[in-house]
Structure formats: structure tokens, C-alpha cells
């Protein structure tokens, strides 16, 4: 076997680790109770099914006011709506928890509390995929109709609906995935009636080391949720580029409803902030851990960037093979209590070891997010290149280091800069592998679980801040990496 | 001449039917056809980037159908040129030297050979990315000759350039062929490639070979 397809047999064993390792390790002697299984499926199913929902309506209104700045003057206008679409997004959960928590009082624990928590997150990136979608798929048909006179109503309900049906429904069903398999939300606002199967996974090994059901359950959790990526990845939409004015289309009160949903949780953050900095001197005690926690953040933080790094770079350099992609496209990450679990068992446990596992855990859960998340897109622009470099005779080798690698570095640095963002706030894998604070976010959690929100938002400004100190160097180190390469 | 054989691939909505095909040893072969006859389907065939079990290329008594692409040795110039576009005119060149293994000396000197007979000199040192449509082609055609491959292939090469531009990088074409005295296996639909460059012209239709 040659070094590449060593390579990709490797990552992709290192992806199924959880899944392989607990199988041998666990019998599934009996099954589940049929009503617990039911009822957990059921919560998944409708948290899932309304936060797609509401994100979809949410994100259409606001993808309507993106539209409005269509025109080129208007494009830094654009880009910063944007960026605060892309922001619940991108930061990592316990923000938007810790302001929606702030905020609304008595919050709603349960069903409605996680599908508001997941709205607030996806909303955004439905927005700005459906402004792109409407733009590139639509715009000379709905051109075309403001010049014929068609109402705005009409046009959406006899052109726009039935014209982007299939992309309605194919992001309708990335967001259910991603809510449905979502851990760290249903379980800081599940409370008892919302436990989901995420999260019954996780009450089954932590509290009766039911390890059969366990991984039974994220067996069926998987599949189901790999089923429905496969629909996913099957439906493409029509395609018809060109630009074209937008004007019975575009409503500037979309730009309204995201002001508003944006100032709602950062305003929620904001007050939060205030009243905890009021609470600064109850910190003083804390002086030593805050200091250590925050330097535990940077390590994970930059060992799950590192890790994410190599791990892109390494697809990149195993690529292009049919049946690799087909299992990258196809292959859903493993649940979130699952895979800590898996690390879990294998001792020890103590010293640094939280150190080296959780940045794994973490690699392990991301990578497949970050593919998707532009990565593939990038190899795929790079083919024909590579192509060429093959036919001309040039070794994996030589195409590596001077045609993919110069070219992916920043972007590899970037999606890397994101995992550590990501990394630098985690509380729900970092919960589990370690048996005590190693990190700001888990600090953090300490404080929400015991109900002192507004030291929690203060201490959570640490996040952020490690979280930039972490985006700073990968994407710096990456753009190092490709100069010195490039020489 | 080289000689195909058994060029068959069914690819569900259409079929590649070519028994026997005759490519010349010397100057070039057009194969010729309009769009969805097949043409790239056989070049990226004989490129050895999709697979046709059972075929035969005898070229000066190797069956190059039997070889891996870059074991065929083969020089290629794409329709959409595909430089790389972070490395300049020169980069681009000698990367395809290193592919062939060819000494550093022996590239300087073929540098500086394909420099003057391209014509190269003013933008050699220039990032691909900011080449012309002219300077592109120029630079493609460059680095698919530095390796010194048995055989090039070109794939409309001219399909992206205007009128002004096809007429004078036609000329540029047949120049270096003839200087290089490279076998070359040429693909279009435009008539008037044909005239400037073809020596033995094939036309392809529906996957078929008709003349």
C-alpha cells in the first residue's frame, strides 16, 4: 500500500475511531426502553424540526433585506450585515446561552428553549445562503417580473416558492441535521422535558454507565442523521447566474429583523456584562484559576486549530480518490457524548492527558464540519490543476507541496482559525474528558450552572478573547507556513 | 504513425465507438467535430484520465495504453490552460521540468530556447494569475514542451482567445511544432484551426470516427 492510500486509510479509522472502538468494546445485549427511546427521538425530532423551521422564516425576512443591498456602492453595508448574520454562527454556543439566559426570564427550559437558542444560531447563515441562492438562481426571472408589473406576493408565491422549492428544502434539512445531532444547547436548556437523544446518551454513561444503550442509541442517532445527509447531498437546485436588479424582491424591514434579533442578544450580553462587572471583586478569589484557565484555553484552542490544520491538509493531500470523497461527503460526525466517551475509557485520564484528549475529541468532531464548510469546495476548484500536474508527470509529492499547498494555506489557516475559536469556548466535550476546570468556557459553565449569569458573561469575555488570540496565530502561522514553502 | 485500437466507452446517454484510429508520427492531427461529439471524451482517454479496458495506442512500438498518465509522457495544453496561478510564467515552466525529471542545466536551456520561439521574454517573470489570454496560452504551450513528452495534445487551445489573438497564437503554434518537430494531436471545432495547422484532419460525430 502506498503512502497516500495509508494516509487515507488512516483518517478515515481515525474517523470512525468512536464508532469501531466502542462496538468491540461493548455488547448490545438488550435493548433500550422502547417508551425512553421514543420519547428522546421524539424531542430530537420536534427541537430539530421547529428550529429549522423558525430559522427558515427568520432567514428568509432577513435574506430579503440583504437583497436590499444589492447594488455595488452598497457592499461594505452588505459584507458588515453579513458578519453579523455569521456571528451566532461562528462564536461558540455559551454566548448566545448566556445572553438569551440574561435576558429572557423566566426562559422557557425545554422544547421551546432550545429551539429559540438554535433560531438565534442558524438564522444568520440561512439569510446569507438565501440571499446568494436568490441572487444567483433567481434574479433574471425576478427582473423580469418587476419589469412585467408582477406584485411581490405573486412573485413569491408563484415564482419564488415553487422555483426554489428544493433549495428551501435542502437547507431546511442542513439545519434539522445539524439541530438534531446539536449537544451543548439541549443540555444546558433541555431541563428534564427536553432530553434529547444527544443527550440521553450522554445521562446514560455519565449517570448509569449504561455503555450498551449508549452506543446503541448513537448508532441509530447516526444513521438517521447520516440518511438524511445523503438526501442532502443528493439535491443541487437549478443554477442560472446573472446579476440583475432585485427591487421586487428587496424589503429593508429584513434589515430591521436583524438589527433587531442582533441587538436582542448582544444587548442581552451587554447588560449582563455591566451588572457582572459590578460583581468584579467576587472574582478575586479566583485571580490564580482565571489566570491558568485562560492559558488552558489557548492550548486547546491552538491544539485543536493545529490538529484541524494537519487534518485539512492531509485530505488535501489524499485527494482527489472517488471513494474517499464519497466518505467524506457521506460520513457524519459521531455524537458528541459518544466520541468523549470513547477517549474516556482509555486511561489515564489525569495530568495532561484532558490536555491531548479533548483537542482530539474536538479535531475528531470539527473536521468534518470544516470539509464541509468550504474545504471541499476548494479541492474541487483546484482539480483541474492537479490534472494537469498529474498528466505532466509531476509525484503526489511535487503537486502537494507546489500547486495545493501555497494555495490552501490561508485557507486552511482560516478554517483551522475557526475550530480554535470553537475549541477556546467548548464547556460540553471539555465537561466530560476532564474532571475538573481546564478551560475559561468551563468556568464559565460552572458559574451559569449555579446561576450566576452575570459573572459567567463577565468571565466569557475571556473567551472571546482567547478565541482571537487563537484565530490570530493560525491564520498567521498558516500565511508563515506558505511563504516559507513558497521559497 | 501510432495506431488506436479498440477506443469503446459507453457512458449511458452516450457511446465512444472508435475501432481503429491512425494518429501521424509527425505534424499534426486534427480531430475535428462539433460540441458533444466526443472529442474530450477521447482526449481525456488517451490522456489515461478515464479508463477504456480493452483499448490499444502502439506509438513507435510501446502501447501507451497500458502505461499510468504520467508514465505516457505526454504534453498537454487544456481548453481552460490551467496555469498555476500563485507561481509565475517561469515557475510554471520549470515545474513541469521537475515533473520530467529533467536536469536543471538541460531546463535552463530549454527555457531559453522556448523563450525565444514563444516569444516570452517581456513576461516571464509576471504571476500567471495577471497574464494575458495570449501570454497564458503561450506559457501552457511552454510547459507542456519542456518535458520533452513523446507526444502533444491540445485540447482547443485557441477557444478562449479573440479573433486578433487566435490568428496570431495559431501562427505561434505552428512555429513551435515545427521547430520542435513534436508529434501533436489536436481537438476543435473551429474550421479554422484545421486549415492553418492540420496535416491529416479525423472528424468525429456522435462518438464516431467518419472520415
Same mark, same amino acid.
Given at each position: ?75 461594505? &453595508? ?398 498567521? &502561522? ?10 | ?52 479496458? &480493452? ?19 505526454? &504534453? ?136
Amino acid at each position: 500500500m502506498n503512502l497516500r492510500n495509508s494516509l487515507r486509510l488512516s483518517l478515515v479509522l481515525f474517523l470512525l475511531f468512536p464508532f469501531l472502538f466502542l462496538l468491540t468494546q461493548f455488547r448490545i445485549s438488550t435493548l433500550p426502553e422502547g417508551a425512553e427511546l421514543l420519547w428522546a427521538f421524539k424531542n430530537s425530532f420536534t427541537q430539530a424540526f421547529f428550529s429549522a423551521l423558525c430559522s427558515l422564516l427568520v432567514g428568509f425576512w432577513v435574506a430579503l433585506g440583504l437583497l436590499a443591498l444589492h447594488e455595488r456602492t452598497q457592499r461594505p &453595508g452588505r459584507f458588515v450585515l453579513e458578519i453579523l448574520c455569521l456571528l451566532p454562527n461562528f462564536l461558540p454556543p455559551i454566548f448566545i446561552l448566556l445572553s438569551t439566559l440574561n435576558l429572557i426570564e423566566p426562559f422557557p427550559m425545554g422544547i421551546s428553549g432550545i429551539v429559540i437558542v438554535h433560531t438565534l444560531m442558524n438564522f444568520g447563515l440561512v439569510a446569507v445562503l438565501l440571499a446568494g441562492i436568490i441572487e444567483n438562481k433567481l434574479g433574471g426571472v425576478a427582473e423580469l417580473a418587476y419589469v412585467e408589473g408582477v406584485s411581490r406576493w405573486q412573485f413569491v408565491w408563484r415564482g419564488l416558492v415553487p422555483m426554489l422549492k428544493k433549495d428551501f428544502w435542502l437547507l431546511g434539512l442542513f439545519i434539522f441535521i445539524v439541530c438534531f445531532g446539536s449537544f451543548s444547547v439541549p443540555l444546558i436548556v433541555g431541563g428534564g422535558k427536553g432530553t434529547t437523544v444527544e443527550v440521553l446518551i450522554y445521562e446514560k454513561i455519565r449517570l448509569s454507565s449504561d455503555w450498551g444503550h449508549a452506543v446503541l442509541l448513537a448508532f441509530l442517532q447516526s444513521t438517521f442523521i447520516f440518511a438524511l445527509s445523503f438526501v442532502a447531498s443528493r439535491g443541487k437546485g437549478v443554477n442560472n447566474t446573472r446579476i440583475a436588479n432585485l427591487s421586487l424582491l428587496k424589503s429593508f424591514s429584513g434589515i430591521v429583523v436583524l438589527l433587531g434579533v442582533s441587538a436582542f442578544y448582544l444587548l442581552g450580553y451587554v447588560q449582563g456584562f455591566v451588572s457582572g462587572l459590578s460583581m468584579l471583586s467576587t472574582f478575586y478569589d479566583l485571580q490564580s484559576a482565571i489566570l491558568w484557565n485562560f492559558l488552558g484555553s489557548l492550548v486547546l484552542g491552538l491544539s485543536v486549530g493545529v490538529l484541524c490544520y494537519l487534518g485539512l491538509m492531509l485530505i488535501a493531500f489524499c485527494w482527489p480518490k472517488a471513494w474517499f470523497e464519497k466518505f467524506l461527503n457521506g460520513y457524519v460526525a459521531p455524537s458528541t457524548s459518544l466520541a468523549c466517551f470513547s477517549l474516556l475509557i482509555i486511561s489515564p485520564n489525569e495530568g495532561f492527558y484532558p490536555f491531548v484528549k479533548i483537542p482530539i475529541a474536538l479535531t475528531l468532531l470539527s473536521l468534518n464540519s470544516l470539509f464541509r464548510m468550504g474545504w471541499d469546495g476548494e479541492l474541487h476548484a483546484l482539480q483541474s490543476q492537479v490534472t494537469v500536474a498529474y498528466a505532466m508527470g509531476a509525484s503526489p509529492q511535487q503537486i502537494f507541496k507546489e500547486v495545493l499547498f501555497p494555495q490552501l494555506s490561508d485557507r486552511a489557516g482560516l478554517l483551522a482559525g475557526i475550530a480554535a475559536i470553537w475549541a477556546s469556548g467548548d464547556f460540553a466535550v471539555s465537561r466530560i474528558l476532564a474532571h475538573h476546570d481546564l478551560s475559561i468556557a468551563m468556568m464559565t459553565e460552572t458559574l451559569m450552572s449555579g446561576y450566576r449569569l452575570n459573572q459567567a458573561i463577565v468571565l466569557s469575555s475571556l473567551i472571546i478573547l482567547s478565541g482571537i488570540v487563537c484565530f490570530v496565530i493560525c491564520v498567521g &502561522g498558516s500565511r508563515v507556513l506558505r511563504r516559507k514553502f513558497a521559497s | 504513425m501510432s495506431y488506436v485500437e479498440n477506443l469503446h466507452r459507453d457512458y449511458g446517454d452516450f457511446k465512444l465507438d472508435i475501432d481503429s484510429w491512425e494518429i501521424l508520427d509527425e505534424g499534426v492531427t486534427v480531430l475535428w467535430g462539433p460540441s458533444g461529439s466526443g472529442k474530450t471524451s477521447v482526449f481525456r482517454i488517451l490522456l489515461g484520465l478515464e479508463p477504456c479496458p &480493452g483499448m490499444k495506442w502502439i506509438f513507435q512500438g510501446v502501447d501507451l495504453a497500458k502505461l499510468k498518465t504520467p508514465q505516457r509522457r505526454l &504534453g498537454v495544453v487544456f481548453q481552460t490552460l490551467d496555469l498555476f496561478p500563485h507561481m509565475t510564467a517561469e515557475e510554471n515552466i520549470l515545474f513541469a521540468a521537475r515533473a520530467r525529471d529533467v536536469n536543471p542545466q538541460k531546463a535552463a536551456a530549454r527555457m531559453k530556447e522556448l523563450t525565444e520561439v514563444m516569444q516570452m521574454q517581456g513576461f516571464l517573470q509576471r504571476k500567471a494569475a495577471v497574464l494575458s489570454g495570449g501570454e497564458k496560452q503561450r506559457v501552457a504551450i511552454a510547459r507542456a514542451l519542456v518535458g520533452e513528452p513523446r507526444l502533444l495534445l491540445l485540447d482547443e487551445p485557441f477557444s478562449s482567445l479573440d479573433q486578433e489573438l487566435r490568428e496570431e497564437s495559431r501562427k505561434i503554434v505552428k512555429r513551435v511544432i515545427e521547430i520542435e518537430k513534436i508529434p501533436t494531436l489536436l481537438v476543435t471545432h473551429d474550421q479554422k484551426d484545421v486549415e492553418v495547422l492540420g496535416n491529416k484532419v479525423t472528424t468525429i460525430r456522435q462518438g464516431k470516427l467518419v472520415s
